[in-house]
Nanobody, 114 residues
Framework: QAHLQESGGGLVQPGGSLRLSCAAS????????MGWYRQAPGKQRELVAT???????NYAASVKGRFTISRDNTKDTVYLQMSSLKTEDTAVYYC????????WGQGTQVTVSS
């Protein structure tokens, strides 16, 4: 049973940057795909970015060019570097990892506001 621990959320002004981290633990196997989803109030959860063990990435159109996903396979940790943040990026961000099944973190709040 894997466990995902997220960190790095908070309040930032428009145009600012934040870095989210998520470490996976409790599994003998390393995650195949890791990534981030987000859910804004009143909206459905949506994909932000994913990355495979080999480093292949996928981004939502709304964040491409502003967000960068990366991972450290030695630590089973995924990162999301968010830059040029907009108010519409405000959401709870969830880490996800696929091992024997898809696991989810508890979520971390990102608020972009002046």
């Amino acid at each position: 049973q894997a466990h995902l621990q997220e960190s790095g959320g908070g309040l930032v002004q428009p145009g600012g940057s934040l870095r989210l981290s998520c470490a996976a633990s409790g599994s003998f196997f390393s995650p195949n795909i890791m990534g981030w989803y987000r859910q804004a109030p009143g909206k459905q959860r949506e994909l932000v970015a994913t990355i495979t063990q080999e480093g292949n990435t996928n981004y939502a159109a709304s964040v491409k060019g502003r967000f960068t996903i990366s991972r450290d396979n030695t630590k089973d940790t995924v990162y999301l570097q968010m830059s040029s943040l907009k108010t519409e990026d405000t959401a709870v961000y969830y880490c996800t990892a696929t091992i024997d099944r898809q696991y989810w973190g508890q979520g971390t709040q990102v608020t972009v506001s002046s």
